[in-house]
């Protein structure tokens, strides 16, 4: 099936650096999802956009739903060790054909070095 | 509290076994979906339905069976068709035809076969 191009695939970081990743797609999403896995876990969901160009905060997290609906940016700020994990971009194009599914990102993982 | 359960959290079988895992939700969403995820992989649809009596196929739904008799419970059935098992099981569920998409996951099973 169809898949975001979602990078980078993983990080390292210091605690306290600010981290960027982002989704990219071919087609025209109407929701862009983003969501975090800690290992042996199900995902959560973090913030959901949905309207081209939204910029939408949840504490240290900032996420933009980019003009051209077609990739999506994750921002975090200030990591903190529990920031660690997988971080997942999930979109969607909202037709009725594609029965509202959500079509995924491989992933991020973020790793805090010693 | 609303939310999706999964059981159990850890399952071992022998191989040419079937084997069927549980998922539960109280969040009153008409739509179920079922993912399986591989170590350093992204989430892979396996089945989804969304409404009772009603499924369809995802991408990888070979080996696997599903039944929507309730709306608040999918059962995912492993058979013996499958030939690679072992993975994490990931259940979750969402709203269907109108805002919000987003899906609320449960906490997964990891299913070992030998």
């Known amino acids: 099936g169809q898949q975001l191009n979602q990078s980078p695939q993983s990080m390292f970081i210091q605690e306290g650096e600010d981290v960027s990743m982002n989704c990219t797609s071919s087609?025209?999403?109407?929701?862009w999802l983003w969501y975090k896995q800690d290992p042996g876990e199900g995902p959560v969901l973090l913030i959901a956009l949905y309207k081209a160009g939204e910029l939408t905060s949840n504490g240290r997290l900032t996420a933009q739903f980019g003009i051209t609906r077609k990739d999506s940016f994750l921002n975090i700020s200030a990591s903190i060790p529990s920031d660690v994990g997988i971080y997942f971009c999930a979109g969607q194009s909202g037709e009725m054909d594609s029965n509202y599914q959500l079509i995924w990102g491989a992933g991020t993982k973020l790793i805090i070095k010693p | 509290d609303g939310g999706i359960t999964q059981s159990p959290k850890y399952l071992f079988r022998k191989e040419g076994q079937n084997v069927t895992l549980s998922c539960e939700q109280n969040?009153?969403?008409?739509?179920m979906y079922w993912y399986r995820q591989d170590p350093g992989q992204g989430l892979r649809l396996i089945y989804y339905s969304q409404i009772v009596n009603d499924f369809q196929k995802g991408d990888i739904a070979e080996g696997y069976s599903v039944s929507r008799e309730k709306k608040e419970s999918f059962p995912l059935t492993v058979t013996s068709a499958q030939k690679n098992p072992t993975a994490f099981y990931l259940c979750?569920?969402?709203?269907?035809?109108?805002?919000?998409?987003?899906?609320?996951f449960g906490p997964g099973t990891r299913l070992t076969v030998t």
């Open positions: 087609s025209i999403f109407n929701t």
């Open positions: 969040l009153n969403h008409d739509a």
């Open positions: 979750a569920s969402s709203l269907t035809g109108t805002l919000p998409y987003e899906q609320y």
